[in-house]
Structure formats: C-alpha cells, structure tokens
C-alpha cells in the first residue's frame, strides 16, 4: 500500500539540531523528499535522496535512509526560528518515477528563541 | 527563472458551480501535478500530466478533470462544487526529460478555493 506516517509535533529551542522522522510503506520508492511550508505558502523543496543512498547532507540538513525499515529522517543543526514551518516527507509512487507523490502529514516545527 | 505560477490566489464560489484553475510550469518543464491540500486530509495527489496526456490519477471523483496544453501549461476544473471541495490546490511542474525520470517536483502557491 502506500502510506507515509511523521509524526505531528517536534518543539525546539533555539540552536539545537531538530530530527524529523518519517516512516512509509512502498518499497519501490525510487526518490525520498522533504518540503517545508510556511504560513499561506506552497511547498518548499528542501532535499531529496536517492533510494540505494544511506545519506545525503546539503549545509545544515542531514537526511538519513534506512530503507530496511522504510524509515526517513530529516535533520537540521543549529535550527533558527525561520526554520519553524511544517515539514513533509514525501515518497515517490512507482519504478517508472512518473510524478505522483505521496506525502505524510507533516510535522510542525516550533523553535523557541 | 520564473517558478510555478497558479492563478487565482484565492476564489469563492458557490455550491453546485465549477471552477478552473490555471497552472504554468517552470519554463522548460514537461510534467505538471496536482494536489488538494485540507486540514482533514492533508496532501492528496489529484492527476498529472505529461504531453498534454494523463499519465497519472489519484483517487477523486469524475467532476475533477484536468488537461495540458502544448505549452505544458495546465488547468484542473471541479464541477458541480461541494462544501468539501473547500481547500488549497497546489500544482508541481518536474522536468522530466526522458519521460520517466522525475527527481525534483517544485510547487506553486497554490489555489485557495473556499465553497460556500
């Protein structure tokens, strides 16, 4: 089936690293994402990964892939308040990577200063 | 280079009359999604298109209908409209180069259609 499950709610302070789980269930996911989505926006693409990687790292974000357990991680060091949004994980459907995605529903970011 | 661009921003209509939306792709952009955003259902794939042809479709009734044009720009259209048509409709342009290989989805500011 496809389903993609976050959890709902991660509270930070200020400075600290923020991890992000996502779990989902489609094992012939070719391509892993992350959005971001501020207050009356769309949807940012923040990074994605390749299935057969184990890890990606762009600047302050860490994405990790067990794709044994169908388990996604997005971590950010040294979170700002800017980086308070809501944050998606999103799994592509199918071998032939056409471009429907599945996404979870998404876990709020709160950054205390 | 110019992002995804829907129109409107915002729309209210009434039950029981249709709606279009409009969405163009990044320049050079070949596929074109859609998804209905709502607070009960969250992010839901609605259909894409790819060559002015429906390569894919989620899980919605008839009244929701898409197309391409030639110059990838797309539309969706929702007939007959229900209180619970009531969301953010978001449109994602991928490049797509060689017909199936779509690694980066980048999304518009979404439609936000209220029915009352």
């Known amino acids: 089936g496809e389903d993609v499950e976050q959890s709902l709610f991660l509270s930070v302070r200020e400075g600290d690293s923020s991890v992000i789980n996502c779990t989902y269930t489609?094992?012939?996911?070719?391509?892993l994402y992350w959005y971001k989505q501020e207050p009356g926006a769309g949807l940012q693409l923040l990074t994605y990964?390749?299935?057969?990687?184990d890890m990606k790292q762009d600047q302050r974000l860490t994405v990790l892939l067990n794709k044994k357990d169908k388990h996604l991680s997005l971590r950010i060091a040294d979170t700002q308040t800017g980086d308070s949004a809501i944050y998606f994980c999103?799994?592509?459907?199918?071998?032939?990577?056409?471009?429907?995605?599945?996404f979870g529903q998404g876990t709020t970011l709160q950054v205390k200063p | 280079k110019a992002g995804v661009t829907q129109t409107p921003r915002y729309l209210i209509k009434t039950r029981g009359q249709q709606v279009t939306l409009s969405c163009s792709p990044i320049?050079?952009?070949?596929?074109v999604s859609w998804y209905q955003q709502t607070p009960g259902q969250g992010l839901q794939f609605l259909f894409e298109?790819?060559?002015?042809?429906?390569?894919n479709k989620g899980n919605f009734p008839g009244r929701f209908s898409g197309r391409q044009f030639s110059n990838s720009r797309s539309e969706m259209n929702v007939s007959t409209l229900e209180l619970g048509d009531s969301a953010l409709y978001l449109c994602?342009?991928?490049?797509?180069?060689?017909?199936?290989?779509?690694?980066?989805?980048?999304f518009g500011q979404g439609t936000r259609l209220t029915v009352v």
């Open positions: 489609d094992s012939s996911s070719t391509y």
């Open positions: 298109y790819f060559s002015e042809t429906q390569r």
């Open positions: 990964i390749f299935s057969n990687m």
């Open positions: 999103a799994e592509s459907i199918g071998s032939s990577n056409t471009g429907k995605l599945i």
């Open positions: 320049s050079g952009h070949r596929s």
């Open positions: 994602a342009s991928s490049l797509d180069r060689n017909g199936y290989s779509n690694t980066e989805a980048f």
